[in-house]
């Protein structure tokens, strides 16, 4: 039985339903699709709660079936067709079997272009692989490895975190590849996770993208502002969370998970009431925590990205973009130097479009450049 956290504010990792807030209609509709065959594709902003909520469905199905087999894998940091095989591999290889001569055994069946070296985890005695893949066997290894998830004989499902990478990747080939394997496979079924939304729905909704229409899509919005205080509430005992506090939180964050739980779990760790005086001090460390990391990311960009950066800041939300009011309010160069500008701000998700218009993504980074002078 898992011990009662010393903080209740989970800022990263996922524990249990207890220290989950809500996403109870998305949960069970993702576990309706999952159990019935179907292949989902979850779509929103970063740090909205996306990795909490696969891990909540994953946690709910191995909880009805104990056998179930439940895999995640981030592919954010891949780069290439390459990288994204040998992460795919070591996630999957070694998992359809409890018992280690079992797993190995399966893996020597269907894995030949691969050179696998398994070991076992001393406490646990999993195997664990590790992979050398071959540039020239890329696409036999991947072949391979989905020969080895056909063959599992109970449930088994796999999410794909940062899917839009591989719309990135210098090979072409990688999403009709995946395709075709994928839907071959009748036990396993995935949920293909992404935050670049645009590059999402293109993937899945353009007619000439390889996954056009494979799956059910499903964008999740900010949890429900009452929901959201009542399990905050619920948590910060024995102390009282007053609601102007969490209310005043969650509308300057505009109900993101990641940055009410980083704020809620610093409030929590300090002594006392929670109150405005106390909000603002967290904010204010949260800031310059990440100061350093701040000034490496504008380092790398020329003075007119920067100077772009600081006004969407200052403004919050930019809805008309090149208008000659905001461009001579800021002082910023012609339209068309806004327009490059922005270009290369939005592909490196600096800068996020919402429905409202363009925002600073990293709403911590967006306070910071507001204290900055021109």
Known sequence: MKTQLDNPFLDQGYESPRYFCDREAETAGMISALKNGRNLTLISPRRMGKTGLIKNVFYKLREQQPDTITLYMDIFPTQNQSEFVALFASTVLGQLDSAPQRAM??????IKSIRPVITLNELSGAPKVTIDISSTNEQASLGEIFDYLASADRPCYIAIDEF???ADYPEKG?????????QKLHNVHFIFSGSRQHVMQEMFVSAKRPFYHSTQLLHIAPIDKGKYYEFAAGLFVPRRLPEEVFSHIYDTFEGHTWYIQAI??????YSGQPDIAALQRAVEQLVAENTY???????????????????I???GVVREINSGEFIARHRLKAASSVNASLRKLLDKELIYRSQEGYMVYDRFMAIWLRGLAY
Do not use: C, M, W
């Open 105 to 110: 055994s399966r893996i020597g069946k269907f």
């Open 164 to 166: 839009q990478q591989v």
């Open 174 to 182: 990688l999403e009709a590849a995946l395709r075709t394997h994928i």
């Open 264 to 269: 809620l779990n610093r409030l929590y760790s």
């Open 293 to 311: 990391y701040f000034e490496n990311v504008l380092a790398a960009y020329p003075h007119g990205s920067v100077r772009l950066l600081k006004a």
């Open 313 to 315: 800041a200052r403004e």
